[in-house]
């Protein structure tokens, strides 16, 4: 076992590397608990984004060709025009990287377990899968979601990078306009009206099918509504997705990485009623049949609504289960120390920059709550060592910070050392 640690961070997608980055920006030396490659579930180092080709939402995530420093207006414009979104790994790395610089530590492990319920607000245990111990007084969980998948062999050939299959339209939805693809969207519920609707939007995408292996929808009779009556969404009703044909990529001869790869050239359709089976052209399929978040390590510890999403309090605290064994925990309006951030606790919206916003709002909330546990057990006053909300926040942007100026917790330790050596 492991010194015990400020701070522990599990999960490497855009929330656990903004909590990572924040935390070690404070000086709390995190531990980034970053997963690594599960075939099995799709769980990777990097989260959902690793299976993302283009990202084109993510603010200032772009490669903008090179400008001078006083651009004229013509050489703007050419500049907008040309302007082309990070892939998803390379985003991925970046924060890696800025965390890494500002000293977070990253080890590329699961976790098997974790025990907040013995000792809340006290020191909480993290085993990882390899049986490795690790013990922190502050716990970000930044697990994310995992997107249910269709479950048939050939998924694996086609999911994401280009292949032809993926999660996200609009993560992945430009690539397909960009290529005039018809696209396939598989489910039911609102999510895959919603993906059908966006999908529908892009220009270069003729049409749209909605695969459903029913009549009945899961969806709200409004987006129904709205994508029954969409001129370029046809629905594929009593079919199920059989399995996913191929053809060559088209770098495959010119470059070595797509020699072996293809993409997708059709879907196999089962019909529900009869069995009968037809292949429908296309050119990419999104799966919209919902998403499962990773929080099974929390159950019976942490509150969750009726899907496995993690709650919290609105400043990122995650709340108590009323099945934890701990009746001291089940007491508590939010658990002491433990936070919550990113797609584990979010269904609504699901986005990389959301994701990273609550990393940001759960580190901040972190080190105040490191900050204000220092307070109580050195006996000092908040007011001494300037503890308030707005303090904490204003630490970390970097035009309000004097020079030399240091973090919450470094002033705390010197206070301390202070009333130490005055006694």
């Given amino acids: ?50 299976y993302t080709s283009d990202i084109e939402n993510f603010p200032a995530g772009i490669q903008p060709p090179n400008l ?83 479950g048939i062999a050939a998924e694996e050939r086609f999911f994401g990078q280009d292949g032809g299959l993926s999660t996200c339209a609009t993560c992945d939805g430009a690539n397909f306009a960009r290529a005039g693809a018809t696209v396939a969207v598989v489910g039911g519920g609102d999510s895959a009206m919603e993906e059908a609707s966006y999908l529908s939007r892009l220009d270069g995408i003729p049409k749209v099918y909605l695969i459903h292996r029913r009549e009945e929808f899961r969806s709200s009779k409004i987006m129904l509504k709205r ?18 044909k191929g053809k060559p990529h088209p770098s495959a001869e010119t470059v070595r990485f797509f020699k072996d790869k ?13 069995g009968s089976t037809r292949e429908l052209p296309l050119g990419g399929i999104f799966i919209a049949i919902g998403h499962t978040p990773n929080s099974e390590p929390f159950k019976n510890q942490l509150k969750m609504d009726e899907a496995g999403y993690i709650e919290h309090d609105g400043r990122m605290r995650a709340l108590p289960s009323m099945n934890c064994a701990s009746a001291e925990m089940r007491a508590l309006e939010h658990v002491p120390g433990v936070f919550v951030a990113g797609d584990v606790s979010d269904h609504i919206y699901r986005q ?72």
């Fill in 262 to 274: 293809e993409v997708l050239a059709a879907a196999v359709l089962k019909d529900t009623r009869d």
């Fill in 352 to 423: 990389a920059i959301t994701a990273a916003g609550m990393g940001c709002q759960a580190a901040i909330e972190a080190e105040r709550y490191l900050a204000e546990t220092l307070i109580a057990d050195s006996g000092l006053s908040a007011d001494a060592v300037g503890l308030s909300d707005e303090t904490i926040a204003q630490s970390h942007w970097s035009s309000e910070r004097e020079e030399g100026e240091k973090m919450i917790v470094e002033r705390i330790a010197e206070a301390e050392e202070c009333v130490a050596a005055e006694n």
């Fill in 68 to 150: 001078s420093a006083y651009p004229s207006d013509e050489e703007t414009e050419e500049a907008i025009a040309n302007v082309h979104g990070l892939s998803g790994p390379d985003l991925m790395k970046r924060m890696e990287l800025q965390a890494r610089h500002f000293g977070a530590e990253m080890i590329e492990e699961f976790v098997e377990s974790v025990d907040l319920c013995s000792s809340p607000g006290k020191v909480y245990t993290i085993v990882t899968a390899d049986g490795k111990e690790y013990q922190t007084r502050a716990l970000i969980i930044a697990t994310g979601a995992s997107s249910k998948r269709l």
């Fill in 227 to 244: 994508a029954q009556e969409n001129p370029k969404i046809e629905f594929v009703l009593h079919a199920t997705v059989e399995d996913l």
């Fill in 1 to 50: 076992m492991n010194d015990i640690r400020n701070v522990i961070i599990i999960g490497s997608g855009p929330a656990g590397f903004t909590a990572a980055l924040y935390t070690a920006r404070a000086n709390l030396h995190p531990l980034l608990i970053a997963g690594n490659l599960d075939p099995t579930t799709s769980r990777i180092k990097g989260g959902q984004l690793m």
